[in-house]
């Protein structure tokens, strides 16, 4: 029999600590498409290989599965510390790197580490709150991405630009390496270890539970679509504001932190609405506005004024939107957490590496604005899966605790 966690009640540290820890990790994937021409130039590669470093870091998050599971039954704290481990490996990798096969090494281990981490980290604040306050939790270590966004991605292009490529990731591994160590002696968990005979066959249990839930299937198909949208509009954005408004790295950063703008407003308005309006009306009322964004960016950017407007509503809505699929995971596969948001983690690295992959080749043939088109069509796809396919049910939680104060 698998033994399940004992828990205290969660505190305010915990949640900036992990805040913290995802901080690094999102702005190292932010962050990447502003060292295309750099490391092109840097290393002679073409410059439409540079969005399989995107590839390759998505694909070695397909792996987000096994960990997932393994920690609904081992407990959080070891996968969350061990993610973050390997993440600052491969930051100091890229720190020394000397050749194209070293970045390559560097950006597979921080696709691993993310694995690791991130469902972990997902499962933990849905092991801790209510379905009546996930959203805030939830929400609060979300504003990582806007944080990152406004402050973390001006800063990296700042010093692509007047100082060094390398710095950043100096950076970025101490920062995970100081979170990991503050996450392991704060971390109030205790870890019951299971019985390993149980392993596999509660292994093959959880995915069973998930793969047979047809709202669950429609949550994470929805979330691979507009994952895939959204990486295809953005693997080459920096390339096309460069071509097109003869920018550099410092300029270009500073204007997608106006996209970090967006995503703060949408990661607070998700928070404060989440839980008021449900999971489900905000992330597709959200995915179908960030859809039109995404044409109106790639087809209507007369200068900068244009992207600058467009992207923020672009963040607003799109972050209102996915604020929230962790949330409507959770509530339809209650029973599963761990399992369902590594699920969704491996799907979500699926779609970054496609979406990144054929915009490159897109780009190459098309140009960028036949990548909005076909993208921008992607995320309205998904929503309409999700719009036609989820059913949220009652927080089962919740009806017990009225039971019981009743």
């Keep these: 029999m698998v033994h399940r966690m004992r828990r205290v009640r969660s505190s305010s540290a915990q949640l900036a600590i992990l805040l913290l820890a995802r901080i690094a990790l999102d702005l190292d994937f932010q962050s990447i498409t502003l060292y295309f021409s750099t490391l092109s130039e840097s290393f002679n590669i073409q410059i439409w290989l540079m969005g399989f470093l995107v590839s390759v870091y998505s694909i070695f998050i397909l792996l987000s599965p096994v960990f997932g599971s393994l920690s609904d039954q081992y407990g959080r704290r070891n996968f969350l510390t061990i993610g973050l481990v390997i993440f600052a490996i491969s930051s100091g990798l890229m720190a020394v790197a000397q050749d194209w096969l070293f970045i390559l090494i560097a950006r597979a281990l921080a696709g691993l580490g993310k694995a690791i981490f991130l469902p972990a980290l997902l499962a933990e604040l849905g092991d801790q709150y209510t379905y009546e306050t996930r959203s805030r939790a939830m929400g609060f270590v979300r504003l990582s991405w806007p944080i990152t966004f406004i402050f973390g991605v001006p800063l990296v292009g700042y010093s692509i630009e007047h100082l060094s490529w390398r710095f950043p990731f100096i950076i970025l591994g101490l920062l995970a390496l100081s979170s990991c160590v503050l996450i392991y002696l704060i971390d109030s968990t205790s870890d019951e270890i299971p019985n390993q005979g149980a392993l596999v066959e509660q292994s ?25 949208a959204i990486q295809g509009i953005f693997a080459f954005f920096p390339i096309w504001m460069e071509t097109k408004f003869q920018i550099k790295e410092t300029s270009i ?31 597709i009322s959200g995915l179908m506005i960030a859809a039109t964004c995404m044409i109106l960016l790639s087809h209507f950017s007369f200068n900068h004024i244009f992207v600058i407007f467009w992207l923020i509503l672009l963040g607003t809505s799109f972050d209102f939107a996915m604020s929230e699929v962790p ?6 596969a209650s029973n599963s957490k761990g399992t369902v948001l590594s699920i969704n983690q491996a799907l979500n690295a699926s779609a970054s590496a496609l979406g990144s992959g054929l915009s490159g080749l897109i780009w190459i043939s098309y140009g960028y604005s036949t990548i909005g088109l076909i993208f921008s069509s992607t995320a309205f796809v998904g929503a309409l899966i999700g719009y036609l396919n989820i059913q949220v049910s009652p927080d089962p939680e919740s009806s017990k605790s009225q039971l019981g104060n009743n």
């Design 204 to 228: 093959l249990k959880l995915f069973k539970r998930v793969v047979s839930n047809k709202s669950a299937l429609s949550g994470l198909l929805l979330m691979f679509f507009a994952v895939g």
């Design 253 to 283: 950063s500073v204007i997608l932190a106006f996209m970090g703008v967006g995503t703060l407003f949408g990661t607070l308005l998700a928070t404060w609405l989440g839980d008021r309006i449900g999971p489900k009306r905000c992330t």
């Design 327 to 332: 949330v409507l995971l959770t509530q339809v």
